[in-house]
């Protein structure tokens, strides 16, 4: 039970699974892959700057088709849409990684904590993450980028402040109620017999266990961080223009455009969007899948059965 | 489990749970005052403060009370609230309540829509797909799932947008109705829908329920897709379930042990996400009504929060946390209704 | 005890008969021959126990049986019964059959009723897909005399199953399964999950109900007291084969098989001094050991033991056994062509090395 999921026993068991969980999880892999090596290499990759709008002295044409010198055309604001697309993928992993860590960081050692001591804290705690939880998500976003904006503006960080602030509830309650039935395991209470201290269990029984879950709840929150981000963007509530290229707010520059019928500008950053999501959220179900017993089917081998020995 | 429990009535635990609508609510309507007043800065300067003078500002404070001791200030908003007085807006001096009843009946309208869809689309899609796991329909499925939920229901609208403007450029767009339809059917309800069969305006009803097509779809896409995943799981676990073996050893058709054994009891989980999924909806509601230019409450939260208009923010917002309690209070009552376990 | 209603001395005709059989399981590693070449047959009004260790492949028989098999497992052999092959049925009849003329009787009450439906329905559900057009009075009729016999009152026919006991809904799954009547049930260790009192109660009525229904029944069982108690017969399993069969007070007076001997051995009675115990684990099925499976666990292992199976052979008694030592302590024919090597004891080196696998 104590065991730490070591990465190829991860790996290993994922392989076996049946065919289409295997295919699903390997795709993911790639297009979350994809994302990662263009947020890494944006400045390479990338044509323009996120916020160019001319070369040379020569100003970029406003809602051109695409073209050798803007791949995907330009957009309403002049901006090269290729470029922006790339460029937003290092904006929207960096806010995404950012927030799920800080919320991690938070919740899970709460989460520990609270559910390891158990009595008033732990049911105070709980009912306040539980009201938090019940709460529409992006509508606490939305009073979280209000709040912040009049204190550190509409930059990367408060975006990840907003972000941070829904999904610590989501550890919170996973990380408690996996302490709660690890505190009842029997090798948990055989240390506690032994006089080890409610730090040291905590740390070293109980963080073990528990801590298996997050990557899990990581990967699921990180598609869905993804998706409260761009919906921000796109209300006008996220990150400014000049700050940083951010697919919803492209998205909500383009919605005249569509109205019109131009596509390029709404077109690409949403299918940036869509495919980063997918891909992440096919990593979380293949790593849930794998890891929850109840949803896993092992590969079976076909059954032949060999002729009888003797008459 | 295994003890012997009375059988437990649906009228006492509707009782008790309506009891405990009240410590649920007074959290969140704490929270939701505890967030908005650590704001730093001053409510009254931020929205109003490049339009008016020194004094004039300090009369607005005054008259907001917020010169007044924090506890007094929360005691205040918690006595409003159980008035159903949501305060008066700073930017434009609208009462709060006004904008609920004015706009709140085309938000509603939209998610009911979408809801309705939803399931129309998602129950027997994701029955299909935990009952055929692995097949190349269940992956079709799942995809289609998982893209839904996926795709920025924005986005989808926006290339719904694109699809409908290029190839049916008479459908409408945007809005809820006509202006001629807003101008001639005479407000009742709050729900334009509503007002119009009551008024007998058929080609109204006709006008309000084409555009609600677009903005309901839309929703509906995004709240389909997670039904259709809860539902796929809920329907694999209960199959495995020790009454299903049972249920086919006593020769039950397979027709109906998928539907009345394995179906039935996955929809137990089911209906207690999809009120979770209330939360969604809204925040879906929030984003499709900015896309489709649709008047609801959506529209009205997003245009005081760009105002800064911290009492037209709060009032909404806590509008929105006792619609997410009642909803819950719902949810609740519906699965004591099904799952006979519930009623303690 | 063991007395069957009618005349003792008239065979009475066999509704199940298996010959043969195999059912085989898919895993990741490759099959699992949880049932390994099993005959045996089941009269009318007859209780046969099943006996042996947890993983012996006891409950994949009983369920294979019936055909409710996981995905990936393959029956052979041949199955018939009431005189009909069930392995080349068409999947449909086969359905159809289960229910109304084979049933079952599951390890755990608890969560084999639908928590969703009261009890009423179960019946109505279960008379219905197997008699269609059956008035509600008649369901309702028959639902409450099954019940009636299984000790349930009338006046909880509309409960839901969370306001039964585990004993209680025991008698409401054994009631759903006898309300068709069927010629043939199987009873998967029916009492594991319930206490000793309750226990008691409904291996009686298992019994009883013979005389009622006339019902044969497999009865799976791990205690041996429950066999002595309420069998005809008895067949003892170990390794997905079935190692001895017979007459059930013959079997439990004189075994044959050493396995037999020892799971006697190790069981607890109130005579019981020390304890007694088979040292080792069952094998793993997905790689049965050569010969005879049993050998290395066996105290009266012979070098035969360990590359020979033995062939099953009827003793004087009637029972049926496959034991190498057997045969030669009741000098059986085959016993004279064994070498004094074949007979030369197992040495103990090897015994050991198998105990800690």
């Given at each position: 039970m104590a065991r730490r999921v070591r990465t190829p026993r991860v790996f290993q068991t994922i392989w076996n699974t049946q065919g289409l969980a295997r295919y699903l999880f390997l795709t993911g892999v790639l297009i979350t892959g994809v994302f990662v090596v263009f947020a890494l290499l944006a400045p390479w990759i990338a044509p323009y700057d996120f916020a160019q709008r001319s070369v040379d002295g020569v100003r970029f044409p406003k809602l051109a088709g695409a073209s050798g010198e803007h791949l995907l055309g330009t957009n309403d604001q002049f901006y090269d849409i290729f470029s922006r697309v790339i460029w937003g993928a290092r904006t929207a992993l960096l806010v995404v990684g950012l927030?799920?860590?800080?919320?991690?960081?938070?919740?899970?050692?709460?989460?520990?904590?609270?559910?390891?001591?158990?009595?008033?804290?732990?049911?105070?705690?709980?009912?306040?993450?539980?009201?938090?939880?019940s709460f529409p998500s992006l509508l606490l976003a939305i009073v979280f980028s209000f709040l912040l904006r009049n204190a550190i503006g509409g930059g990367i960080l408060a975006?990840?402040?907003?972000?941070?602030?829904?999904?610590?509830?989501?550890?919170?309650?996973?990380?408690?109620?996996?302490?709660?039935?690890?505190?009842?395991?029997?090798?948990?209470?055989?240390?506690?017999?032994?006089?080890?201290?409610p730090v040291t269990?905590?740390?070293?029984?109980?963080?073990?266990?528990?801590?298996?879950?997050?990557?899990?709840?990581?990967?699921?929150?990180?598609?869905?961080?993804?998706?409260?981000?761009?919906?921000?963007?796109?209300?006008?509530?996220?990150?400014?223009?000049?700050?940083?290229?951010?697919?919803?707010?492209?998205?909500?520059?383009?919605?005249?455009?569509?109205?019109?019928?131009?596509?390029?500008?709404?077109?690409?950053?949403?299918?940036?969007?869509?495919?980063?999501?997918?891909?992440?959220?096919?990593?979380?179900?293949?790593?849930?899948?794998?890891?929850?017993p109840a949803l896993r089917r092992r590969r079976l081998r076909p059954v032949v059965l060999t002729p009888r020995e003797e008459a | 489990m295994s003890t012997?429990?009375?059988?437990?009535?649906?009228?006492?635990?509707?009782?008790?749970?309506?009891?405990?609508?009240?410590?649920?609510?007074?959290?969140?309507?704490?929270?939701?005052?505890?967030?908005?007043?650590?704001?730093?800065?001053?409510?009254?300067s931020a929205a109003v403060g490049d339009k008016l003078s020194e004094d004039a500002l300090d009369a607005r404070r005054a008259a907001l009370g917020l010169d007044r001791p924090l506890i007094v200030q929360y005691l205040d908003y918690l006595g409003d609230v159980c008035r159903l007085d949501f305060g008066t807006t700073i930017s434009n001096g609208r009462p709060v309540l006004d904008i609920i009843a004015n706009q709140g009946g085309a938000t509603l309208t939209l998610?009911?829509?979408?809801?309705?869809?939803?399931?129309?689309?998602?129950?027997?899609?994701?029955?299909?797909?935990?009952?055929?796991?692995?097949?190349?329909?269940?992956?079709?499925?799942?995809?289609f799932g998982i893209v839904t939920y996926a795709a920025p229901i924005f986005w989808v609208g926006l290339m719904l947008v694109l699809f409908v403007v290029r190839f049916v450029p008479s459908w409408p767009t945007y809005d809820i109705a006509t202006a001629e339809t807003k101008y001639l059917v005479p407000d009742r309800t709050g729900i334009l829908?509503?007002?119009?069969?009551?008024?007998?305006?058929?080609?109204?009803?006709?006008?309000?329920?084409?555009?609600?097509?677009?903005?309901?779809?839309?929703?509906?896409?995004?709240?389909?897709?997670?039904?259709?995943?809860?539902?796929?799981?809920?329907?694999?676990?209960?199959?495995?379930?020790?009454?299903?073996?049972?249920?086919?050893?006593?020769?039950?058709?397979?027709?109906?042990?998928?539907?009345?054994?394995?179906?039935?009891n996955a929809l137990v989980p089911v209906v207690t996400v999809i009120g979770l999924q209330f939360a969604l909806t809204l925040s879906g509601a929030i984003l499709t009504e900015r896309t489709f230019n649709w008047p609801g409450l959506g529209t009205e939260l997003v245009a005081y929060v760009t105002a800064r208009d911290y009492v037209a923010v709060q009032g909404l917002v806590t509008f929105f946390a006792i619609a997410v309690v009642l909803v819950s209070l719902i949810v609740d009552i519906v699965n004591a209704l099904i799952d006979p376990r519930v009623r303690y | 005890?063991?007395?069957?209603?009618?005349?003792?001395?008239?065979?009475?005709?066999?509704?199940?008969?298996?010959e043969d059989l195999r059912v085989w399981y898919g895993t990741e590693r490759g099959p699992v021959r949880a049932v390994d070449r099993v005959s045996f047959d089941v009269r009318r009004g007859e209780i046969l126990g099943l006996v042996g260790e947890s993983g012996c492949g006891k409950s994949t028989l009983g369920r294979g049986l019936l055909g409710l098999l996981p995905d990936g497992a393959a029956r052979d052999g041949a199955l018939r019964f009431e005189g009909q092959d069930m392995l080349s049925m068409r999947p449909r009849d086969q359905y159809a059959m289960r229910g109304a003329r084979l049933g079952m009787i599951f390890q755990e009450p608890l969560t084999r009723l639908n928590p969703l439906m009261r009890v009423s329905d179960h019946f109505t559900e279960t008379l219905r897909a197997h008699e269609q057009g059956l008035s509600g009075a008649e369901v309702e009729r028959r639902s409450l005399e099954a019940l009636r016999v299984m000790g349930i009152p009338p006046t909880r026919y509309r409960a839901y199953p969370h306001e039964f006991s585990g004993g209680m809904r025991q008698r409401i799954m054994i009631a759903l399964t006898l309300v068709l009547r069927p010629a043939f049930v199987v009873a998967d260790e029916p009492t594991t999950a319930l206490d000793v009192l309750v226990e008691a109660q409904i291996v009686r009525t298992l019994h009883d109900l013979r005389a009622t229904y006339e019902t044969a029944m497999l009865l799976i069982t791990h205690n041996l007291g429950i066999?002595?108690?309420?069998?005809?017969?008895?067949?003892?399993?170990?390794?997905?084969?079935?190692?001895?069969?017979?007459?059930?007070?013959?079997?439990?007076?004189?075994?044959?098989?050493?396995?037999?001997?020892?799971?006697?051995?190790?069981?607890?009675?109130?005579?019981?001094?020390?304890?007694?115990?088979?040292?080792?684990?069952?094998?793993?099925?997905?790689?049965?050991?050569?010969?005879?499976?049993?050998?290395?666990?066996?105290?009266?292992?012979?070098?035969?033991?360990?590359?020979?199976?033995?062939?099953?052979?009827?003793?004087?008694?009637?029972?049926?056994?496959?034991?190498?030592?057997?045969?030669?302590?009741?000098?059986?024919?085959?016993?004279?062509?064994?070498?004094?090597?074949?007979?030369?004891?197992?040495t103990t080196e090897e015994v050991l090395v198998a105990d800690e696998a």
């Open positions: 927030s799920i860590l800080l919320s991690a960081v938070v919740g899970v050692p709460l989460g520990i904590v609270s559910g390891y001591t158990g009595g008033w804290f732990d049911r105070i705690t709980v009912f306040l993450m539980d009201a938090l939880y975006a990840a402040l907003s972000l941070t602030a829904i999904y610590i509830p989501q550890y919170f309650r996973v990380v408690r109620n996996t302490t709660v039935a690890a505190r009842e395991a029997t090798y948990v209470e055989a240390a506690r017999a032994i006089g080890a201290p269990v905590m740390r070293k029984y109980v963080f073990g266990n528990v801590v298996q879950s997050v990557p899990v709840i990581g990967t699921l929150n990180a598609a869905d961080a993804l998706g409260t981000l761009a919906a921000l963007g796109f209300l006008g509530l996220g990150i400014q223009p000049t700050e940083a290229s951010e697919w919803g707010y492209d998205l909500s520059r383009a919605l005249d455009d569509v109205s019109a019928g131009v596509f390029a500008p709404a077109f690409w950053p949403g299918l940036a969007i869509i495919a980063l999501i997918t891909g992440l959220t096919l990593v979380g179900e293949g790593l849930n899948e794998t890891l929850n | 012997v429990t009375a059988s437990g009535s649906l009228p006492r635990y509707i009782a008790v749970r309506l009891m405990l609508v009240i410590p649920m609510m007074w959290v969140l309507l704490t929270m939701v005052f505890v967030l908005l007043r650590i704001a730093p800065g001053d409510p009254v998610t009911l829509g979408a809801f309705l869809f939803a399931l129309v689309v998602g129950l027997p899609l994701g029955r299909l797909a935990g009952r055929r796991r692995d097949s190349a329909l269940d992956a079709g499925i799942r995809i829908l509503l007002d119009a069969a009551l008024d007998n305006d058929w080609v109204g009803v006709r006008d309000v329920l084409q555009h609600h097509v677009l903005p309901c779809f839309t929703l509906g896409l995004l709240i389909c897709g997670v039904i259709i995943r809860l539902v796929r799981v809920n329907v694999i676990q209960s199959l495995k379930g020790d009454y299903v073996e049972a249920a086919r050893a006593r020769g039950i058709p397979e027709r109906r042990v998928v539907r009345f054994h394995a179906f039935r | 005890m063991t007395s069957v209603p009618g005349d003792p001395s008239q065979p009475r005709e066999v509704v199940l008969e298996a066999v002595a108690e309420a069998c005809d017969r008895v067949a003892v399993m170990y390794a997905g084969r079935i190692v001895e069969i017979g007459e059930a007070r013959e079997v439990f007076a004189r075994p044959r098989h050493s396995y037999t001997r020892e799971l006697l051995r190790s069981t607890i009675t109130l005579s019981t001094e020390g304890l007694e115990f088979i040292g080792g684990s069952p094998p793993d099925l997905s790689e049965p050991p050569p010969g005879c499976s049993f050998h290395p666990r066996c105290p009266d292992a012979m070098q035969i033991c360990a590359t020979r199976a033995p062939r099953a052979r009827i003793t004087d008694a009637g029972s049926r056994v496959s034991c190498w030592a057997a045969d030669i302590a009741d000098g059986a024919p085959v016993a004279a062509d064994l070498s004094a090597e074949d007979r030369s004891p197992l």
